[in-house]
């Protein structure tokens, strides 16, 4: 489920999850890679539609302490030895084990970020994920391929762009 930026119209999409590399793409469709491009993404195939198992074992993939450690690490010595000009580093954390509305959830996103791509999905195995952002990372129509340069932050008493802004421009 997702609704793009500046928009009202609600999307659902429904199908089934396929592991592909962004080359074996043939055709438009919803697509999620992972922060790594030695691992398959996952595209929806939406010609392909059946019925679920409930399985209770799904769980979210966590970062623990251990794991974000030896992540941050890598990502230092990237900076250090200048293979890296800017990395980004997240980590998933566990949330309340409060029941929570997903829908309702969504739908105040919506409200709350009406200049942002709000999204909602769920992929077996790897839990569901919701998120909001004013950021189109990329979008193709196979034959050109558009992104939007977002990075860096100004603030609000900020006039103008500093070299460190200008430089994050120019990577992205």
Same mark, same amino acid.
């Given at each position: 489920?997702?609704?793009?930026?500046?928009?009202?119209?609600?999307? @659902? &999409?429904? *199908?089934?999850? %396929?592991?592909?590399? #962004? !080359?074996?793409?043939?055709?438009?469709?919803?697509?999620?890679? /992972?922060?790594?491009?030695?691992?398959?993404?996952?595209?929806?195939?939406?010609?392909?539609?059946?019925?679920?198992?409930?399985?209770?074992?799904?769980?979210?993939?966590?970062?623990?302490?251990?794991?974000?450690?030896?992540?941050?690490?890598?990502?230092?010595?990237?900076?250090?030895?200048?293979?890296?000009?800017?990395?980004?580093?997240?980590? @998933? &954390?566990? *949330?309340?084990? %409060?029941?929570?509305? #997903? !829908?309702?959830?969504?739908?105040?996103?919506?409200?709350?970020? /009406?200049?942002?791509?709000?999204?909602?999905?769920?992929?077996?195995?790897?839990?569901?994920?919701?998120?909001?952002?004013?950021?189109?990372?990329?979008?193709?129509?196979?034959?050109?391929?558009?992104?939007?340069?977002?990075?860096?932050?100004?603030?609000?008493?900020?006039?103008?762009?500093?070299?460190?802004?200008?430089?994050?421009?120019?990577? @992205?």
């Amino acid at each position: 489920i997702y609704r793009y930026t500046g928009e009202k119209k609600i999307h @659902v &999409k429904t *199908g089934i999850w %396929e592991r592909k590399f #962004i !080359g074996e793409i043939k055709e438009k469709c919803f697509f999620i890679q /992972p922060f790594s491009d030695t691992q398959k993404g996952f595209a929806l195939n939406e010609s392909i539609i059946k019925k679920v198992r409930n399985d209770k074992s799904i769980i979210p993939i966590l970062s623990d302490r251990k794991k974000y450690i030896a992540n941050f690490r890598y990502f230092h010595s990237q900076l250090v030895s200048g293979k890296a000009d800017k990395l980004v580093l997240s980590k @998933v &954390k566990k *949330g309340s084990t %409060e029941k929570i509305n #997903i !829908g309702k959830t969504f739908f105040i996103l919506c409200k709350n970020y /009406p200049k942002a791509t709000v999204t909602l999905y769920f992929i077996p195995r790897h839990g569901i994920w919701m998120g909001a952002t004013p950021e189109l990372l990329l979008s193709s129509d196979l034959k050109n391929t558009f992104s939007m340069s977002l990075a860096g932050t100004m603030a609000p008493d900020q006039k103008f762009w500093t070299g460190k802004e200008e430089t994050e421009q120019q990577m @992205v």
